[in-house]
């Protein structure tokens, strides 16, 4: 038996190191996520047995004390929550557009009486992780409300990325490797083709010369199957990259703009509507990069599933949206389910990643709904043990089906488009195993459906 040749050993000695050094990064990381869980339970617990003592308002000021004081000392972001999921206090004291937390998994678990954890974008900046923990606060032996803390991952990450990018050098360098061996082999492959035709030339019997035709036939269809499948990886790595260019060119520009118009403007009035343009662009840039980080981030953590009441989820993200829809005259509205059904209807999931969905849907909808228009978000029957959840807009619809480029047609700057939140949506959706059906309507509009397992 022929000697493998040793360009081949030394690339899968390195591709075994760096297999090796990829689980030792997963497993220090893991190691400093717990140890940051552990001080933070260490910090929260004082808080929760103090906490026990009393939620009343009239001992909410020496619990702000205690909070703030903490957080001080610790790092760590400090809420309190009643059983009702009030915020009673916060150590950041009052913080404007404070994020929903009413419906996030560690907030349930630890309602449920079990201390929990979670890691997820931080809710002070969408450029940085944060690790959650929510610790329940009990008196008489009854769960009175909850010491929620968080605590930034950027330390840990910072670490991981300089590690990480280390190991991406390595591996390029494998891949050069591989590939001048590669090189090397299929000429060696090609000289063999070469004798087998002469050899199958002289070949009297018919038997032997089908049988190597058969064999060079499956490896000519292998490598075609393998081409096409590059090539369609190829294709979607382009098309995410054209939305993501083309999702940033307009505020780029209206930024670039506004700059280059206020160096030379004297006139306030026109200094004040540049410098608005400036501020709404800024803005669209934050939310574009922040929504580039989600993306990225749901490869990276997996889903925390749980039964989830589905009016209650789907209520707020209509109660969220209320007021931008208002300011369009847009009628925001829930169909197909209400408050007072019994016994209530439960899904299956994630509640913060569906929070995350849902979002996206509505906000697409209402960015490319036209004025005194309707936005309706329906809940009707699937197959069986699954519910259908849709979003329909009377907008212009979509142009075609590709997730990656789904865009509104007649695009424009003060329309945006929903390459990034539909592409979120998307995977989203897909780790929950199901499929983001995107379709324009016939009588008008779009309609974003997909579906979620019911809990019996």
């Not at 400090?78 to 009052?94: F, K, N, P, Q």
Request: charged residues 25%; aromatic residues 4%.
């Amino acid at each position: 038996m022929k000697k493998p040749p040793s360009w081949l050993l030394a690339v899968l000695f390195l591709v075994a190191l760096g297999s090796a050094i990829s689980l030792w990064l997963s497993h220090f990381e893991s190691e400093s996520l717990n140890e940051l869980e552990s001080y933070m339970l260490s910090v929260g617990r004082p808080v929760a047995e103090f906490a026990g003592q009393g939620l009343e308002s009239d001992k909410l000021a020496n619990l702000d004390r205690l909070v703030r004081a903490t957080q001080a000392a610790s790092g760590c972001r400090i809420r309190i929550l009643d059983r009702e999921r009030h915020l009673l206090v916060d150590s950041l004291g009052a913080v404007p557009q404070q994020p929903n937390v009413a419906f996030r998994v560690e907030i349930n678990e630890a309602l449920a009486g079990r201390y929990s954890g979670y890691t997820r974008i931080s809710d002070e900046s969408p450029l940085s992780l944060a690790l959650y923990a929510a610790i329940p606060i009990t008196k008489n032996n009854r769960v009175a409300g909850v010491v929620y803390l968080s605590h930034t991952t950027d330390d840990i990450l910072q670490r991981l990325g300089d590690l990480r990018r280390l190991l991406q050098r390595t591996l390029v360098l494998l891949a050069l490797l591989a590939f001048v061996g590669a090189l090397y082999y299929s000429g060696e492959l090609r000289g063999s083709l070469k004798r087998l035709r002469a050899r199958a030339g002289q070949l009297e019997g018919g038997d032997d010369v089908e049988a190597i035709g058969q064999g060079i036939d499956k490896l000519v269809a292998s490598l075609q199957t393998q081409v096409a499948q590059l090539e369609e990886e190829k294709l979607k790595t382009r098309l995410f990259l054209e939305d993501v260019a083309h999702e940033l060119k307009t505020p780029i520009t209206g930024v670039s703009g506004s700059v280059e118009s206020l160096l030379g403007e004297k006139d306030e009035e026109r200094r004040a509507r540049l410098l608005h343009t400036l501020e709404r662009e800024t803005r669209r840039l934050s939310e574009l990069v922040g929504r580039l980080v989600e993306l990225q981030n749901l490869d990276y953590y997996e889903l925390r599933c749980s039964s989830l009441e589905l009016y209650s989820l789907l209520q707020t993200v209509v109660d969220t949206f209320e007021g931008e829809a208002a300011k369009k005259n847009i009628r925001l509205c829930l169909e197909g389910i209400h408050e007072d059904e019994e016994p209530r209807l439960c899904v299956w999931g994630d509640a913060d990643k569906l929070l995350v969905v849902l979002s996206n849907l509505v906000d697409n909808a209402l960015r490319c709904s036209p004025q005194d228009s309707k936005v309706e978000v329906t809940v009707h029957s699937g197959p069986a043990g699954q519910v259908t959840l849709a979003v329909l807009d009377e907008g212009p619809g979509f142009q075609h089906s590709l997730i990656a480029r789904r865009q509104r047609a007649g695009r424009s700057s003060n329309i945006g488009s929903s390459g990034l939140g539909l592409a979120i949506a998307s995977r989203v959706v897909a780790l929950h195993g199901a499929e983001l059906d995107v379709r324009s309507r016939p009588e008008g509009g779009a309609c974003v459906q997909f579906q979620l397992k019911i809990v019996e």
